[in-house]
Structure formats: structure tokens, C-alpha cells
């Protein structure tokens, strides 16, 4: 007869990714000729619930080299990025949770998407792809069976010698006139 019990354990509750887009404003220390690259790094990140929404901290640095007194000289700008990413995390059911952590994961690190000459200033744009994940307590029935599955009969090896000893045996315990 089949039962049901109850475990509590941890699950993935709400889980979603999304991606974000931010466009910012530097002033250089000399007046860019030419922008010859752009690149994020040092990205660093954590998330907590805020009331229904789940908010994101984060920073990374922005380093632009760029060209500079008619492409004669080259400079490098670098800017400490921070941001509060705030997300609403569809959740699977309506249960509450209990014990809950958030898990942010980087699926698609920052990268500079455009850098711009704008008056004398360098605008450039960065995206990142998020991916958020709550994970909790939850309950989780089972149905078990109450009877015992049978137990397998467990045969001793045999070597080629045992079996021609009971093929011998078997021979001289026959009786070849049973019928007659």
C-alpha cells in the first residue's frame, strides 16, 4: 500500500535573466582625437529582496584609450562604474518562502557596446546580461511503498571443475531402468 510523506528541501523557486543596457558621459583629461578601444573589467555584483522586487548591486571599471593632439599621443580614461539593477523575479507558485537566497549570476559579462566622441566628451554604452535566482525551502510529497521488494538469491561462483563433479554426481544417481 502506497503512503505519502513530506520532505522539505531546497529549490529553485523563481528564476529569470535579464539583460541591461546603460549609456554614460566621461570627461577625458585631454580632448579625444579618436577612440581606439573600449573594455570593462572588475565586475563585482550581489542581490537582495526588496520588498516584491529583487534589487541588484553592483560595480566594474570602464577603461576607454583613446587618441588625443591630432592622433599624435594616446591616453587611457578609466571610470569605477556602480549600479542598483532593480528586477522583478517571477516566482513559480504562490507559496511562501522560507530561508530564501538569492543567486545572481553573470551570463553575459559587461561589455562596451558603443564609445562616441560627443563635444570633446567620450559617451560610451555598456550591457550585461543578469541572471537571477531564488532559491528556498519547500515541501515536497512523495508516495513510498510499504511492502518489501523480494530479495534476489545470491548464487555462489562456480569454477569448470564444480560443474563436472555435479555432472558426475548426476550420472551415477540416475536410474536408466526407472521405467522398465
Known amino acids: 500500500m502506497a503512503s505519502t510523506r513530506e520532505i522539505v528541501t531546497k529549490a529553485v523557486v523563481g528564476?529569470?535573466?535579464?539583460?541591461?543596457?546603460?549609456?554614460?558621459?566621461?570627461?577625458?583629461?585631454?580632448?579625444?582625437?579618436?577612440?581606439?578601444?573600449?573594455?570593462?573589467?572588475n565586475h563585482t555584483f550581489k542581490g537582495y529582496r526588496n520588498g516584491n522586487k529583487i534589487n541588484i548591486e553592483g560595480s566594474y571599471d570602464v577603461n576607454i584609450w583613446y587618441s588625443c593632439s591630432e592622433d599624435t599621443k594616446t591616453e587611457v580614461v578609466r571610470e569605477t562604474t556602480t549600479y542598483l539593477e532593480e528586477v522583478n523575479v517571477p516566482k513559480q507558485d504562490d507559496t511562501d518562502i522560507t530561508n530564501e537566497e538569492i543567486i545572481i549570476r553573470s551570463l553575459k559579462q559587461p561589455s562596451c557596446t558603443r564609445a562616441d566622441i560627443?563635444?570633446?566628451?567620450?559617451?560610451?554604452?555598456?550591457?550585461?546580461?543578469?541572471?537571477?535566482?531564488?532559491?528556498?525551502?519547500?515541501?515536497?510529497?512523495?508516495?513510498?511503498?510499504?511492502?518489501?521488494?523480494?530479495?534476489?538469491?545470491?548464487?555462489?561462483?562456480?569454477?569448470?571443475?564444480?560443474?563436472?563433479n555435479a555432472e558426475q554426481q548426476i550420472e551415477q544417481e540416475v536410474n536408466e531402468e526407472y521405467l522398465d
Open 15 to 41: 528564476k529569470g535573466k535579464k539583460t541591461f543596457t546603460t549609456t554614460k558621459t566621461v570627461t577625458p583629461e585631454y580632448v579625444p582625437t579618436t577612440i581606439l578601444g573600449c573594455w570593462v573589467i
Open 118 to 164: 560627443v563635444d570633446g566628451k567620450i559617451e560610451y554604452t555598456v550591457q550585461k546580461e543578469l541572471g537571477i535566482e531564488i532559491v528556498g525551502d519547500v515541501k515536497v510529497k512523495i508516495a513510498y511503498d510499504e511492502e518489501e521488494d523480494p530479495w534476489e538469491v545470491i548464487m555462489d561462483d562456480v569454477d569448470d571443475s564444480d560443474i563436472e
